[in-house]
């Protein structure tokens, strides 16, 4: 193996490490939590070898990202998730690419999907984007607003409500982040308990690199991992994350 292999392989070990343990302090069983490689800035060949060194899932913030990199993992057998936010311009053709879009956060966005997925005769997972820090530049749904507009989207038969996903506050402290989880969990019981007919609230995408073992706590059902993984990126987050810096996405 080359030191790029190596160097990649055994994050990605010492993330699955990171998992299982805070599994354990927990009580739950690691099987309940995946690991979603978040590759945007990330060129083919490391995704590569993080695929070949075992992972099944990996998402993209930005559609053009997903086009320039899939030609070349053809033959790895991997799944896609959508995770950045998602204009409604770029929806036909990254349904080309993803089994899952969790960053559903508007009825203009729930529309043009329905509309999309009819003309290809196909549904779609979707997770509800929330924003649970509250803060302006994010996106995603205000909390009190998740419950109304996920009964609506129940009655789009395109689209396979399976739960939840937030970013929370941006802090290196974990323990600052924490609310934000505490708040998507909450959602998710009280949309478990409405019981809408249709809706799964199984899946809680929440957690990143330095927050990872708080979100497991919290319950998160999949974590999102970029940094810890693939080093720094170049970008600042917010180049990504917030609203007036990627409108043209
Ligand atoms: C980049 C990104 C992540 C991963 O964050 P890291 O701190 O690099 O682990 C998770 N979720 C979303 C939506 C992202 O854009």
């Known amino acids: 193996m080359d030191n790029e292999e190596n160097r990649i392989t055994t994050r990605i070990n010492a993330i699955h490490q990171r998992m299982r343990n805070a599994c354990a302090a927990c009580n739950r069983d690691p099987a309940t939590v995946r690991l979603l490689l978040a590759t945007k800035t990330v060129p083919a060949d490391k995704i590569r070898i993080a695929i070949q060194s075992g992972s099944t899932l990996t998402g993209e ?6 086009r ?5 993992l053809r033959d790895l057998d991997y799944e896609r998730h959508y995770i950045g936010h998602l204009q409604t311009n770029k929806v036909k053709e990254v349904l080309q690419y993803v089994s899952c879009i969790q960053s559903v956060d508007r009825m203009a966005l729930v529309q043009e999907l329905d509309k999309r997925l009819l003309a290809a005769g196909r549904s779609l997972d979707v997770l509800v984007q929330v924003n649970t820090s509250y803060e302006p530049s994010k996106f995603g749904l205000e909390p009190e607003a998740v419950p109304g507009f996920i009964q609506q989207v129940a009655h789009y038969d ?3 409500v399976k739960g939840l996903m937030t970013i929370g506050l941006f802090d290196a402290d974990a323990e600052k982040v924490r609310p934000s989880f505490l708040l998507l969990k909450k959602l998710q019981d009280q949309l478990t308990d409405l019981g809408i007919n249709r809706v799964s609230m199984k899946e809680l995408s929440m957690g990143v690199s330095g927050d990872l073992e708080t979100a497991i706590e919290e319950g998160a059902t999949i974590i999102r991992v970029g940094t810890a993984v693939f080093g720094q990126r170049i970008y600042p987050d917010q180049f990504y994350w917030n609203e007036n810096t990627n409108s043209k996405s």
């Open 68 to 72: 320039e990199k899939i030609p070349a």
């Open 158 to 160: 395109t689209l396979n």
């Open 61 to 66: 913030n930005k559609v053009q990202e997903f």
